[in-house]
């Protein structure tokens, strides 16, 4: 506690006690936005496993803070121009913090344990496209694919891709002991209270870290997390709310971090309904919604108005120019249509008060086409039952429904395919507009099938291009990622993907 | 008396079965599929099903019932569908926190009610006593989550006296207590209030006026302890409430408790955990019913067991 | 003030409530006590009699009253006279209990069911005398001593619900008196009491009060308790004194018309001597009314009886010991006859405990009961179903002591009245309602007072509306449990009339239940008494009241009081003890009555059982 802290402290100084200026050990402590789940970025999908587990597990290929492929554990890597083959030259001189050395046998002890479906893993389904690993030399890992997969690269770079110590994988629960490679050592975990790491001393890259511990906190609550920071109790807020940043931008000791983020709100427009087959009605509800005054409403200004299906960080955007709103043209659409006088809807959504926000102003938005939308938000383990566990594409009961994704590959491909191709339809992915269209699925399948970059990103134009003038969802913001965080804190940071970064935390005295 | 107490603890067993079925049945047939809720968002179909053959969540209800009364029965509580964690050794880890909360909020607004309970009371009309009804209303009425942010806006982010949240040490315990116990307080003394109001028209307290008896000792000793049963009960039911866990203070002062438990167990269907922990609260209160109900006996001697 | 006054109330003036709504609840009162002398202020509820009481402890403040003018001296210990009414809330303090002492109508409440009997009078010892703890137990053990509680040593330890209502009353009296005080307050101290135990305690108050050399105020509205204990009397109506003398003149040639009235509708045990059938009271002023009845018709006893029960048998288990075995059972009713004919009222008179409101609950079944026979207007009911139950029920109505508890605070009368009708699907709403109407004026009340809620009306109207409630349904016998004993004697008196009235009129059969002997004598045309759950005696009222054969029903008619102070009985026996328990170990039940017939339907039992006397 910061108040008996500094009284026990004034109280040494005052008792005059011949200490030396006390080697103070620098702390960093992190108030994260959910509970942490599982140690194991293998048997996870939240982002706030993945931002714990990246200071103690490494992957062989990174993102820097812009989503740029950087590597980690590997050096260099390729693909093989057909897509099926991918090599990776791994770094020398690694160790475990168990002591295991780091080679291409324990690479392929991780990638063969995702690879396994019979695991049951969170992400088994990543490389449920791998067919073997080879291991040709000891510094060297070579996938052999089942079939093409362009956006192979991407899917190692993802942050549930990490190298667990191989003796830790046979001998210990790796949900809750994780042994890795990283500059911070695993220490403790309390569920629902705390995670504490702690430095590494033989850290592969010797410069680093410069913290000795590191301590997350789960802390549900933003007004309790923004408390946090001001108090100094933590130096590091994952998540701000955006209503709350005020509070921190007030704070001399305090900085609101923001950046552009790769999750695209769309409200789907279910393409089943006749009333969404025309594709003049698509481009009308575009048209009618101001996507600023949007932006404002729910998200007090922090986000981007989408230009594109995909957001400006993710790999293989193209900008298509973005709508902008048009009443005059909306309505002239709708008339074309035959619906001059409007039609009722009824749009799904989340419960919380950010759902609601957008439901509700959505609906206003509606009405100036004379659209009477009907607003249902929903609970979300309810919602997640209706949308993603029994839903039929021929009886969905939604005319619309609200939704964000985002790519954790930084892959256009994890953007496109499971959103905007018919594989996608829900339950099976996400793809809530039922929107199917021969180009776009042409178009993902070729991007999938070369390793060539520039083929990949032709390909994905033309899908970006196509889904645009379909327009199978009304485009609504991209949110911007926020944080907060004391001034003089630096190598701590958010990523656009909502994971975050802390490896190279440092102080600055 | 140890035969009625014998008594109405084998009286829980059939009580805590019924709750269990209900318990099982109301859970179950909340919308909201664990599996999914595991996989996220954002997971495929294929991730799902991985998710729930690894859980046995395919298996019939009537066996997964079975199951959980077979876990009960050998108060092994099985695992957290979520964490994989044993449930006995979660709730035991979250019960603590949640205790001590409980009784620290119960200590400070069971006395801070019955005082100022008393002095409204015999201060029966007067501006004091609207003043002290009109805080009570207030503290009833206040949102918890509100009081709570505004203590700790206070006492941590401007005073910097006390830690804003978590649970490291005893002094921790004070802003979430006291945000806790306002309510509480505050029913405490509208009731106790009442109760006195009621005793003072006895003919008992008559008497002790016509023996010569101090004001004092009239209110105090032969008023308050007669009061006593009906603010015992409530005590005793709010105790059981705050023994639950409060969500909403919990939340905001990230109290590792049952309450967040409860909440994430809730949020992630967590079907093993929030069975275990409604059985739990089931049983607490059961068991804080049966101490009040033995504690009227020691407050009035005049109360028999039968 | 005179040298022998202890007490003098000069132009007392009391007031409750804020000037807006301001009630004077005694005006312009002027009394005295002498040193050592019994004064009664006699009258009925809101005569302001207690109200006098409270403002002479300074007490009516607490309860919202106040002195609003006139003077109260009090000669202490010391000779000095101090003014009472102005004295500080200290200074009124440390009187209270020390000079002067209060005793309570409720011995029940009076005490403090958490606290000791012990705790309770030390409390009161040690607030005004300066003694140690262990000294304060031994003036405490001295004083219950002093007021005949045998095995005070144990008393001290009790809590207040172990001990009975007559020993309640002696701790009282003993705390009362644990400071010696000069001046005893006793307001209505018997009117919840036994006969018999109420002559104790007057007895105890007597002897006490020559003992001590104290003076008593006593407060009541029973002029049989007058006529027994008073020097003096003062006769308070409506905040007033009324009348005061001597105890011998107000009896023998009372002045005022209210103390005639008062006196008139006083129910004297003997009054009826020579009479057989029952007679109405008279009440002054409504003596034309009374003329007016038509004698009773002759009940046909040759005919089949109303109600026959056989054999009634109620006992409560109590559970003691491990596993809830039942070691004592409570015999409340124990192999009961009754016969009850058409248009009859029969008396069933006992002391609390006796098991005669037990047996009222028993015949409809309200408590666990079983019987060898009933039968009910010829109709066998032994093995009650549910549905003869139920016309059981309907043809059997309650009016029990406290109609306040039995009405529901939240429903007019008319709907109260109506209910039972409505239950029982008698009517139809419209019907009921009308119907409700009418039984209020049947009852003397007005048509318009069924729109009222319970707490507008006095107690006696309330009685009227309990009684018109039960007459709903049509009943052909009404259970009446103390219907009058929480009535004021003349309002006692009218409503007894009404239930006679209603009688003759509707047909009705009572069963009368009561502890007072001289109202059941009034009211019966034969009497049950009733002693440990069983019938000791029982006949033709006057057989029973002018040749009681039990002995237990001679002490009864002994202990009641008698309004006629030339009759005092300062010699009666003095009996300590408690009455004896129908709790009984299981396997030893009590020896069941038989019953011999000493003259045509005169049945006593024979008292081989040695019960009685074992008190």
Same mark, same amino acid.
């Given at each position: 506690?910061?108040?008996?802290?500094?009284?026990?402290?004034?109280?040494?100084?005052?008792?005059?006690?011949?200490?030396?200026?006390?080697?103070?050990?620098?702390?960093?402590?992190?108030?994260?936005? /959910?509970?942490?789940?599982?140690?194991?970025?293998?048997?996870?999908?939240?982002?706030?496993?993945?931002?714990?587990?990246?200071?103690?597990?490494?992957?062989?290929?990174?993102?820097?803070?812009?989503?740029?492929?950087?590597?980690?554990?590997?050096?260099?890597?390729?693909?093989?121009?057909?897509?099926?083959?991918?090599?990776?030259?791994?770094?020398?001189?690694?160790?475990?913090?168990?002591?295991?050395?780091?080679?291409?046998?324990?690479?392929?002890?991780?990638?063969?344990?995702?690879?396994?479906?019979?695991?049951?893993?969170?992400?088994?389904?990543?490389?449920?496209?791998?067919?073997?690993?080879?291991?040709?030399?000891?510094?060297?890992?070579?996938?052999?694919?089942?079939?093409?997969?362009?956006?192979?690269?991407?899917?190692?770079?993802?942050?549930?891709?990490?190298?667990?110590?191989?003796?830790?994988?046979?001998?210990?629960?790796?949900?809750?002991?994780?042994?890795?490679?990283?500059?911070?050592?695993?220490?403790?975990?309390?569920?629902?209270?705390?995670?504490?790491?702690?430095?590494?001393?033989?850290?592969?890259?010797?410069?680093?870290?410069?913290?000795?511990?590191?301590?997350?906190?789960?802390?549900?609550?933003?007004?309790?997390?923004?408390?946090?920071?001001?108090?100094?109790?933590? /130096?590091?807020?994952?998540?701000?709310?955006?209503?709350?940043?005020?509070?921190?931008?007030?704070?001399?000791?305090?900085?609101?971090?923001?950046?552009?983020?790769?999750?695209?709100?769309?409200?789907?427009?279910?393409?089943?309904?006749?009333?969404?087959?025309?594709?003049?009605?698509?481009?009308?509800?575009?048209?009618?919604?101001?996507?600023?005054?949007?932006?404002?409403?729910?998200?007090?200004?922090?986000?981007?108005?989408?230009?594109?299906?995909?957001?400006?960080?993710?790999?293989?955007?193209?900008?298509?120019?973005?709508?902008?709103?048009?009443?005059?043209?909306?309505?002239?659409?709708?008339?074309?249509?035959?619906?001059?006088?409007?039609?009722?809807?009824?749009?799904?959504?989340?419960?919380?008060?950010?759902?609601?926000?957008?439901?509700?102003?959505?609906?206003?938005?509606?009405? /100036?086409?004379?659209?009477?939308?009907?607003?249902?938000? !929903?609970?979300?383990?309810?919602?997640?039952?209706?949308?993603?566990?029994?839903?039929?594409?021929?009886?969905?009961?939604?005319?619309?429904?609200?939704?964000?994704?985002?790519?954790?590959?930084?892959?256009?491909?994890?953007?496109?395919?499971?959103?905007?191709?018919?594989?996608?339809?829900?339950?099976?992915?996400?793809?809530?507009?039922?929107?199917?269209?021969?180009?776009?699925?042409?178009?993902?399948?070729?991007?999938?099938?070369?390793?060539?970059?520039?083929?990949?990103?032709?390909?994905?134009?033309?899908?970006?291009?196509?889904?645009?003038?379909?327009?199978?969802?009304?485009?609504?913001?991209?949110?911007?990622?926020?944080?907060?965080?004391?001034?003089?804190?630096?190598?701590?940071?958010?990523?656009?993907?909502?994971? !975050?970064?802390?490896?190279?935390?440092?102080?600055?005295? | %008396?140890?035969?009625?107490?014998?008594?109405?603890?084998?009286?829980?067993?059939?009580?805590?079965?019924?709750?269990?079925?209900?318990?099982?049945?109301?859970?179950?047939?909340?919308?909201?599929?664990?599996?999914?809720?595991?996989?996220?968002?954002?997971?495929?179909?294929?991730?799902?099903?991985?998710?729930?053959?690894?859980?046995?969540?395919?298996?019939?209800?009537?066996?997964?019932?079975?199951?959980?009364?077979?876990?009960?029965?050998?108060?092994?509580?099985? #695992?957290?569908?979520?964490?994989?964690?044993?449930?006995?050794?979660?709730?035991?880890?979250?019960?603590?926190?949640?205790?001590?909360?409980?009784?620290?909020?119960?200590?400070?607004?069971?006395?801070?009610?019955?005082?100022?309970?008393?002095?409204?009371?015999?201060?029966?009309?007067?501006?004091?006593?609207?003043?002290? %009804?009109?805080?009570?209303?207030?503290?009833?009425?206040?949102?918890?989550?509100?009081?709570?942010?505004?203590?700790?806006?206070?006492?941590?982010?401007?005073?910097?006296?006390?830690?804003?949240?978590?649970?490291?040490?005893?002094?921790?315990?004070?802003?979430?207590?006291?945000?806790?116990?306002?309510?509480?307080?505050?029913?405490?003394?509208?009731?106790?209030?009442?109760?006195?109001?009621?005793?003072?028209?006895?003919?008992?307290?008559?008497?002790?006026?016509?023996?010569?008896?101090?004001?004092?000792?009239?209110?105090?000793?032969?008023?308050?302890?007669?009061?006593?049963?009906?603010?015992?009960? %409530?005590?005793?039911?709010?105790?059981?409430?705050?023994?639950?866990?409060?969500?909403?203070?919990?939340?905001?002062?990230?109290?590792?408790?049952?309450?967040?438990?409860?909440?994430?167990?809730? #949020?992630?269907?967590?079907?093993?955990?929030?069975?275990?922990?409604? %059985?739990?609260?089931?049983?607490?209160?059961?068991?804080? #019913?049966?101490?009040?109900?033995?504690?009227?006996?020691?407050? #009035?001697?005049?109360?028999?067991?039968? | 003030?005179?040298?022998?006054?202890?007490?003098?109330?000069?132009?007392?003036?009391?007031?409750?409530?804020? &000037?807006?709504?301001?009630?004077?609840?005694?005006?312009?009162?002027?009394?005295?006590?002498?040193?050592?002398?019994?004064?009664?202020?006699?009258?009925?509820?809101?005569?302001?009699?207690?109200?006098?009481?409270?403002?002479?402890?300074?007490?009516?403040?607490?309860?919202?009253?106040?002195?609003?003018?006139?003077?109260?001296?009090?000669?202490?210990?010391?000779?000095?006279?101090?003014?009472?009414?102005?004295?500080?809330?200290?200074?009124?303090?440390?009187?209270?209990?020390?000079?002067?002492?209060?005793?309570?109508?409720?011995?029940?409440?009076? =005490?403090?069911?958490?606290?000791?009997?012990?705790?309770?009078?030390?409390?009161?010892?040690?607030?005004?005398?300066?003694?140690?703890?262990?000294?304060?137990?031994?003036?405490?053990?001295?004083?219950?001593?002093?007021?005949?509680?045998?095995?005070?040593?144990?008393?001290?330890?009790?809590?207040?619900?172990?001990?009975?209502?007559?020993?309640?009353?002696?701790?009282?009296?003993?705390?009362?008196?644990?400071?010696?005080?000069?001046? =005893?307050?006793?307001?209505?101290?018997?009117?919840?009491?036994?006969?018999?135990?109420?002559?104790?305690?007057?007895?105890?108050?007597?002897?006490?009060?020559? &003992?001590?050399?104290?003076?008593?105020?006593?407060?009541?509205?029973?002029?049989?308790?007058?006529?027994?204990?008073?020097?003096?009397?003062?006769?308070?109506?409506?905040?007033?004194?009324?009348?005061?003398?001597?105890?011998?003149?107000?009896?023998?040639?009372?002045?005022?018309?209210?103390?005639?009235?008062?006196?008139?509708?006083?129910?004297?045990?003997?009054?009826?001597?020579?009479?057989?059938?029952?007679?109405?009271?008279?009440?002054?002023?409504?003596?034309?009314?009374?003329?007016?009845?038509?004698?009773?018709?002759?009940?046909?006893?040759?005919?089949?009886?109303?109600?026959?029960?056989?054999?009634?048998?109620?006992?409560?288990?109590?559970?003691?010991?491990?596993?809830?075995?039942?070691?004592?059972?409570?015999?409340?009713?124990?192999?009961?006859?009754?016969?009850?004919?058409?248009?009859?009222?029969?008396?069933?008179?006992?002391?609390?405990?006796?098991?005669?409101?037990?047996?009222?609950?028993?015949?409809?079944?309200?408590?666990?009961?079983?019987?060898?026979?009933?039968?009910?207007?010829?109709?066998?009911?032994?093995?009650? $179903?549910?549905?003869?139950?139920?016309?059981?029920?309907?043809?059997?109505?309650?009016?029990?002591?406290?109609?306040?508890?039995?009405?529901?605070?939240?429903?007019?009368?008319?709907?109260?009245?109506?209910?039972?009708?409505?239950?029982?699907?008698?009517?139809?709403?419209?019907?009921?309602?009308?119907?409700?109407?009418?039984?209020?004026?049947?009852?003397?009340? $007005?048509?318009?007072?069924?729109?009222?809620?319970?707490?507008?009306?006095?107690?006696?109207?309330?009685?009227?509306?309990?009684?018109?409630?039960?007459?709903?349904?049509?009943?052909?016998?009404?259970?009446?449990?103390?219907?009058?004993?929480?009535?004021?004697?003349?309002?006692?008196?009218?409503?007894?009339?009404?239930?006679?009235?209603?009688?003759?009129?509707?047909?009705?059969?009572?069963?009368?239940?009561?502890?007072?002997?001289?109202?059941?004598?009034?009211?019966?045309?034969?009497?049950?008494?009733?002693?440990?759950?069983?019938?000791?005696?029982?006949?033709?009222?006057?057989?029973?009241?002018?040749?009681?054969?039990?002995?237990?029903?001679?002490?009864?008619?002994?202990?009641?009081?008698?309004?006629?102070?030339?009759?005092?009985?300062?010699?009666?026996?003095?009996?300590?003890?408690?009455?004896?328990?129908?709790?009984?170990?299981?396997?030893?039940?009590?020896?069941?009555?038989?019953?011999?017939?000493?003259?045509?339907?005169?049945?006593?039992?024979?008292?081989?059982?040695?019960?009685?006397?074992?008190?």
């Amino acid at each position: 506690m910061t108040f008996l802290k500094r009284a026990a402290l004034s109280a040494m100084l005052m008792a005059g006690t011949a200490l030396a200026t006390p080697v103070l050990a620098e702390d960093l402590k992190i108030a994260m936005d /959910q509970i942490f789940q599982k140690m194991d970025p293998h048997n996870s999908n939240y982002n706030v496993d993945y931002s714990v587990a990246s200071g103690v597990l490494e992957r062989l290929i990174t993102f820097d803070a812009n989503m740029k492929l950087v590597p980690q554990l590997a050096t260099e890597w390729e693909g093989s121009d057909d897509a099926k083959t991918f090599t990776f030259k791994l770094r020398e001189g690694v160790t475990f913090h168990d002591g295991t050395p780091f080679d291409a046998a324990a690479v392929k002890a991780n990638f063969d344990r995702l690879a396994d479906q019979s695991q049951n893993l969170a992400k088994n389904s990543l490389f449920k496209v791998v067919d073997t690993v080879e291991t040709p030399d000891d510094y060297t890992v070579v996938l052999n694919l089942k079939e093409p997969f362009g956006a192979m690269i991407n899917t190692v770079a993802h942050p549930s891709v990490v190298i667990h110590s191989p003796k830790a994988l046979e001998e210990l629960d790796v949900q809750k002991n994780p042994v890795g490679t990283g500059p911070f050592i695993f220490k403790e975990w309390i569920p629902g209270e705390r995670v504490v790491l702690e430095k590494n001393d033989d850290y592969w890259d010797s410069e680093w870290p410069k913290v000795d511990t590191v301590t997350f906190y789960p802390v549900t609550e933003s007004a309790t997390r923004v408390s946090m920071l001001l108090s100094d109790e933590v /130096q590091f807020v994952h998540v701000l709310p955006a209503e709350l940043s005020e509070r921190v931008e007030n704070d001399d000791s305090a900085e609101v971090l923001e950046v552009p983020g790769i999750t695209v709100w769309t409200a789907s427009l279910n393409m089943l309904k006749d009333k969404f087959k025309d594709q003049r009605v698509r481009r009308a509800f575009n048209l009618a919604v101001d996507q600023e005054a949007f932006i404002d409403v729910v998200y007090s200004g922090h986000g981007v108005v989408p230009d594109s299906p995909i957001a400006p960080d993710t790999r293989f955007y193209e900008s298509q120019g973005a709508f902008g709103t048009d009443l005059e043209e909306a309505r002239a659409l709708m008339k074309e249509a035959g619906h001059e006088d409007g039609f009722d809807v009824e749009i799904w959504g989340i419960n919380n008060s950010t759902g609601v926000r957008m439901l509700q102003f959505l609906q206003q938005q509606l009405s /100036q086409i004379n659209v009477r939308a009907k607003i249902v938000p !929903m609970e979300g383990a309810t919602r997640s039952e209706k949308l993603f566990s029994s839903v039929d594409p021929e009886t969905a009961e939604f005319d619309m429904v609200m939704g964000g994704w985002s790519p954790s590959t930084g892959d256009a491909d994890w953007h496109l395919r499971p959103v905007y191709a018919t594989e996608g339809w829900v339950p099976k992915i996400y793809n809530m507009a039922f929107y199917s269209n021969e180009t776009v699925d042409q178009a993902i399948a070729d991007a999938l099938n070369t390793g060539d970059a520039d083929a990949r990103a032709e390909a994905y134009a033309t899908a970006q291009k196509q889904i645009w003038e379909d327009a199978p969802a009304v485009w609504l913001a991209i949110e911007n990622k926020m944080a907060g965080r004391k001034k003089g804190l630096s190598g701590v940071f958010q990523m656009p993907d909502g994971t !975050m970064q802390y490896a190279k935390a440092e102080y600055q005295n | %008396m140890l035969n009625y107490f014998l008594r109405r603890l084998a009286a829980m067993v059939p009580v805590l079965f019924l709750i269990s079925i209900f318990v099982f049945l109301f859970i179950h047939a909340l919308p909201g599929d664990p599996a999914r809720l595991l996989a996220g968002e954002t997971a495929t179909q294929a991730e799902v099903e991985s998710i729930r053959r690894a859980l046995n969540l395919d298996q019939p209800l009537i066996w997964q019932y079975v199951d959980f009364v077979a876990n009960l029965v050998t108060l092994d509580l099985g #695992n957290s569908l979520r964490t994989g964690e044993p449930v006995s050794q979660m709730i035991a880890r979250a019960f603590w926190p949640t205790f001590w909360l409980s009784i620290c909020a119960l200590v400070w607004s069971v006395l801070f009610g019955l005082v100022a309970g008393v002095i409204s009371a015999v201060r029966r009309g007067s501006p004091g006593d609207h003043a002290g %009804m009109f805080l009570a209303v207030s503290g009833i009425s206040m949102p918890n989550f509100w009081l709570g942010l505004l203590l700790m806006q206070y006492f941590s982010v401007h005073l910097g006296w006390l830690g804003t949240s978590g649970f490291d040490e005893p002094s921790d315990l004070i802003l979430p207590s006291l945000t806790l116990g306002a309510g509480v307080a505050a029913v405490m003394a509208r009731f106790t209030r009442s109760a006195v109001i009621d005793v003072a028209r006895e003919d008992f307290i008559r008497t002790a006026r016509a023996k010569g008896l101090r004001e004092r000792i009239v209110i105090w000793k032969h008023a308050l302890r007669n009061a006593l049963i009906p603010v015992v009960t %409530m005590a005793g039911l709010q105790f059981g409430f705050l023994l639950g866990g409060s969500i909403v203070v919990e939340k905001v002062f990230r109290w590792p408790g049952l309450g967040s438990l409860l909440l994430d167990a809730i #949020n992630f269907r967590d079907y093993a955990v929030v069975q275990s922990e409604i %059985m739990l609260f089931s049983l607490q209160f059961l068991l804080i #019913n049966l101490a009040v109900d033995m504690l009227y006996g020691f407050i #009035n001697p005049a109360i028999r067991y039968k | 003030m005179n040298a022998e006054h202890l007490l003098k109330i000069e132009d007392l003036d009391i007031r409750f409530g804020k &000037e807006s709504a301001e009630m004077r609840a005694v005006k312009k009162l002027n009394l005295h006590v002498n040193r050592g002398e019994t004064v009664a202020i006699v009258g009925e509820s809101g005569s302001g009699k207690s109200v006098t009481a409270l403002s002479v402890m300074r007490l009516v403040e607490f309860g919202g009253g106040q002195i609003a003018g006139g003077k109260i001296s009090f000669r202490k210990r010391d000779d000095s006279v101090i003014d009472i009414g102005s004295l500080g809330p200290e200074d009124a303090r440390l009187m209270r209990g020390d000079d002067i002492a209060m005793i309570f109508q409720e011995p029940m409440t009076s =005490l403090n069911p958490v606290f000791t009997i012990g705790d309770q009078i030390v409390e009161a010892v040690m607030t005004h005398q300066a003694k140690s703890r262990s000294a304060a137990r031994a003036t405490a053990l001295e004083t219950l001593e002093k007021v005949r509680i045998p095995d005070a040593a144990q008393v001290m330890k009790r809590h207040p619900h172990q001990l009975s209502g007559g020993m309640r009353q002696r701790v009282m009296i003993a705390m009362a008196l644990s400071c010696r005080p000069q001046l =005893l307050i006793a307001d209505e101290p018997t009117t919840a009491l036994d006969v018999t135990i109420q002559a104790q305690i007057l007895r105890l108050i007597r002897e006490l009060q020559d &003992e001590e050399g104290m003076a008593v105020l006593f407060i009541t509205h029973d002029m049989g308790v007058v006529a027994e204990i008073a020097d003096r009397v003062v006769v308070m109506y409506r905040g007033e004194k009324v009348e005061e003398g001597d105890v011998e003149t107000i009896f023998a040639a009372p002045q005022h018309p209210y103390t005639k009235a008062l006196l008139g509708a006083v129910p004297c045990l003997g009054s009826m001597k020579g009479t057989d059938s029952p007679e109405p009271f008279v009440i002054p002023g409504q003596e034309v009314a009374a003329t007016e009845v038509v004698p009773a018709e002759a009940i046909d006893y040759s005919a089949d009886p109303l109600l026959s029960v056989r054999g009634l048998t109620t006992r409560f288990d109590i559970g003691e010991g491990l596993f809830g075995r039942v070691t004592k059972r409570v015999h409340a009713v124990e192999h009961l006859d009754l016969d009850i004919w058409p248009g009859e009222t029969l008396g069933l008179v006992g002391e609390s405990g006796c098991g005669k409101s037990t047996t009222g609950r028993s015949i409809l079944q309200l408590v666990d009961a079983t019987s060898d026979r009933l039968t009910f207007g010829g109709e066998d009911m032994t093995r009650l $179903s549910a549905s003869s139950l139920q016309k059981l029920r309907r043809q059997v109505q309650f009016v029990f002591q406290d109609p306040y508890a039995s009405l529901n605070p939240r429903l007019t009368v008319g709907y109260s009245i109506a209910e039972p009708m409505l239950l029982h699907g008698l009517e139809t709403k419209q019907n009921a309602f009308d119907k409700a109407v009418w039984l209020l004026e049947e009852v003397g009340l $007005s048509a318009d007072h069924a729109n009222r809620y319970p707490h507008a009306f006095s107690g006696g109207q309330r009685q009227r509306i309990a009684i018109a409630r039960a007459l709903g349904t049509d009943p052909k016998l009404i259970i009446a449990d103390e219907a009058v004993s929480a009535l004021d004697v003349s309002v006692q008196a009218q409503v007894i009339n009404l239930m006679m009235d209603l009688q003759k009129r509707f047909g009705l059969a009572y069963l009368f239940i009561s502890h007072d002997m001289a109202v059941v004598e009034r009211i019966s045309h034969r009497v049950a008494v009733m002693y440990l759950g069983q019938i000791v005696e029982s006949g033709p009222r006057r057989a029973v009241f002018e040749n009681a054969q039990h002995a237990y029903t001679q002490r009864l008619m002994a202990a009641a009081p008698v309004p006629d102070p030339a009759v005092r009985r300062r010699d009666m026996r003095m009996i300590t003890g408690e009455v004896p328990s129908p709790v009984r170990p299981i396997g030893q039940p009590p020896v069941i009555n038989t019953m011999d017939e000493v003259a045509p339907g005169h049945l006593v039992a024979r008292e081989q059982a040695r019960t009685v006397d074992a008190a």
